[in-house]
């Protein structure tokens, strides 16, 4: 599956403007899950290189917290249990125009059958002081923004 990778950079630009066309505004959701050894969940995708907080888009009729609890048992095979804490609200303009992406953090979780189809290359757990190299520069300003309480960036 990662001839995904290959071909994303060329369809970028096309799934954008449908996107765009579609919604106009887009929304997004990430979270940030511990384990009990205080290790953090990343996922890599197979369309885009890098290790990422699970998450995803935020679908017509869903809400924000709804949309998380999908993406993260699809991606990660990880059932929220109770509600998430929103952490942050980011802008993704120079990336995704009018792009917003919320950051939640996860307390209560338990692991079920992820049910992504072909999108996802890996899941792993890390020490947060020892991310996986690859991991993007916005997971890892999330990733402390969440867990030692660092002022959060407006931007993504």
Same mark, same amino acid.
């Given at each position: 599956?990662?001839?995904?990778?290959?071909?994303?950079?060329?369809?970028?630009?096309?799934?954008?403007?449908?996107?765009?066309?579609?919604?106009?505004?887009? %929304?997004?959701?990430?979270?940030?899950?511990?384990?009990?050894?205080?290790?953090? %969940?990343?996922?890599?995708?197979?369309?885009?290189?890098?290790?990422? %907080?699970?998450?995803?888009?935020?679908?017509?009729?869903?809400?924000?917290?709804?949309?998380?609890?999908?993406?993260?048992?699809?991606?990660?095979?990880?059932?929220?249990?109770?509600?998430?804490?929103?952490?942050?609200?980011?802008?993704?303009?120079?990336?995704?125009?009018?792009?917003?992406?919320?950051?939640?953090?996860?307390?209560?979780?338990?692991?079920?059958?992820?049910?992504?189809?072909?999108?996802?290359?890996?899941?792993?757990?890390?020490?947060?002081?020892?991310?996986?190299?690859?991991?993007?520069?916005?997971?890892?300003?999330?990733?402390?923004?969440?867990?030692?309480?660092?002022?959060?960036?407006?931007?993504?």
């Amino acid at each position: 599956m990662l001839w995904r990778r290959r071909v994303e950079p060329f369809t970028r630009p096309f799934v954008y403007a449908w996107f765009r066309a579609r919604r106009g505004l887009t %929304l997004g959701v990430r979270g940030v899950v511990t384990d009990a050894e205080g290790r953090v %969940l990343l996922i890599e995708h197979t369309y885009v290189h890098g290790w990422y %907080l699970p998450g995803g888009g935020v679908e017509r009729g869903e809400t924000a917290e709804t949309a998380l609890a999908r993406e993260m048992q699809e991606e990660a095979g990880v059932r929220v249990l109770g509600r998430p804490s929103l952490v942050s609200v980011h802008s993704n303009e120079p990336r995704h125009p009018g792009d917003h992406v919320l950051v939640y953090r996860v307390h209560a979780w338990a692991p079920c059958a992820a049910n992504a189809q072909g999108e996802i290359h890996k899941v792993g757990w890390f020490a947060p002081d020892a991310l996986p190299d690859g991991t993007t520069p916005s997971t890892r300003r999330r990733i402390v923004e969440a867990l030692h309480g660092a002022e959060c960036d407006p931007m993504w």
